[in-house]
């Protein structure tokens, strides 16, 4: 329940959010409250967020540049790492400093926010729940292969639905710990089993980029936009209110536990690129294309290590790939619930944070949009038009994030001390230019097809 909701004196109704036009943001006395200092048992949000954005192709992504170009790009994960921190605290501030969620902001901008986020959401959300499922499937049709995968793969819908339909926060939170926790302990596992050179890994800090190959800059952007999300960014600030953190004087915790969050993402991301470099560089081995190629390094890992590390780093794969399942059911139905709520109001009245729960039709109706429908895509070649729609519009997204976060950090609608500044208007500037520039990148990718 929002602040706003409590001062209203209503109870909240999932189906119809209450909206008290006396409120408007936080009092002097909420904005001035003395800041609770954050814990190590303070995480929460943030682990949801890294969770969730880390999943199958950002593994299969970091593991081909290592094999490709050994530690020469390990520079653009820790710029990757920076990014995210950046956008994630910009998202959780205006959060925290307006009491509106991220979509309300965007219809502050206008209402041609909602016409680019809305076809988005849903083409993202019908080609993503399909990948998904299917990505979740290929560890354990390895380790089970006597089932077929597509069994797998519309189980781990059905479950992920189940799981997020009780619309219980701190449940789904539990379980992306226990997941991101798999996840990091696997994977540093068989990073430490390569025996991996220090100094070389210190060496591929420092920036620079291999000669004499046209594919290099695609690696780098690659690296620094794939380290933990998309549009699951934006849902940070709707996984704050879940958790409860959603006055100013959580802004501590809040950054504590984005920061904290995202670096061990970035531990992980490197532990990755790691066994890219030491069990398919070394060897001169390269990967399948495609959530497959973590399969490639199971059977490298079982014929270097044996068969036990093997399934080691199988479970992990299925701990990542679940956790990205599991987050995106909960954070992106949140995001589309307060969509679809919201974008016919009047933006005037789109003052406080009254969006709908995961309980609400629209909630409901895109828990099911992403299971159900997308199962269909399982059976079938995935159509090109929606993937050239979905790479199109997903190539938008993050610069469409990072710009609208200029704006909305420096509104006169922020409390002053909690705009932006020099240093997060330069750094948040720079975040900008280089998603344009991958978004440029993934665009062209993307409409490749219609090119021959």
Known sequence: MSHTTAAAGHAPDPRHPVHNPAVVGFTEA????????????????????????????DLVATLTAGSRYGYMLLWAVVLGVIFKIVLVEGV???????????????????????????????????????????????????????VDS???????????????????????????????????????????LTAPNLGEILSGLVPRLPGNDPDAMFYVLGLAGGV????????????????????????RVMKFDNATSYILTGIFVIATMIMG??????????????????????????????????????????????????????????????FWTNFRRPAAEIDQDDAPSLASKPGRFFLLWLTILPMSLLFLDRPIFLILLYGTLGALFMPFLAITLLFLNNARHVPPQFRNGWLRNALLGLTALVFVAIGVNELVKALQPLFG
Do not use: C
């Not at 479950?159 to 379980?175: F, M, P, S």
């Not at 933990?228 to 802004?251: C, D, F, H, S």
């Not at 399948?288 to 399934?311: C, F, H, I, M, P």
């Open 277 to 338: 470099v030491e069990l398919l560089h070394s060897a001169g081995l390269a990967i399948s294309k495609g959530d497959a190629g973590l399969l490639d390094v199971g059977n490298v890992l079982a014929e270097r290590y044996g068969e036990t590390y093997s399934v080691v780093f199988l479970v992990g794969f299925f701990a990542a790939s679940f956790s990205s399942l599991l987050g995106v059911w909960h954070g992106v139905s949140l995001m589309f619930a307060d």
């Open 150 to 192: 597509k069994v797998f793969a519309i189980g781990a819908g059905l479950v992920g639905l189940g799981l997020v339909w009780l619309n219980k926060y701190r449940l789904i939170e539990t379980i992306m710990t226990v997941l991101i926790g798999i996840m990091f302990v696997t994977v540093l596992l068989s990073a430490a």
């Open 30 to 57: 909420e904005l001035n409250e003395t800041p609770i200092r954050p814990k190590w048992n303070s995480l929460g949000p943030g682990i949801v967020a890294a969770a969730t954005g880390v999943g199958a192709a």
């Open 92 to 146: 959780g501030r205006y959060y925290l400093s307006t009491g509106k969620t991220i979509f309300q902001g965007w219809r502050s901008l206008g209402s041609w926010t909602s016409w680019y986020f809305g076809p988005y959401i849903l083409i993202w959300g019908f080609v993503y729940g399909a990948t998904a499922m299917s990505s979740t499937a290929l560890p354990l049709a390895a380790l089970f292969p006597g």
């Open 228 to 251: 933990g999300g998309t549009i699951t960014l934006g849902a940070y600030g709707y996984w704050l209110r879940e958790k409860g953190w959603n006055v100013p004087r959580y802004m």
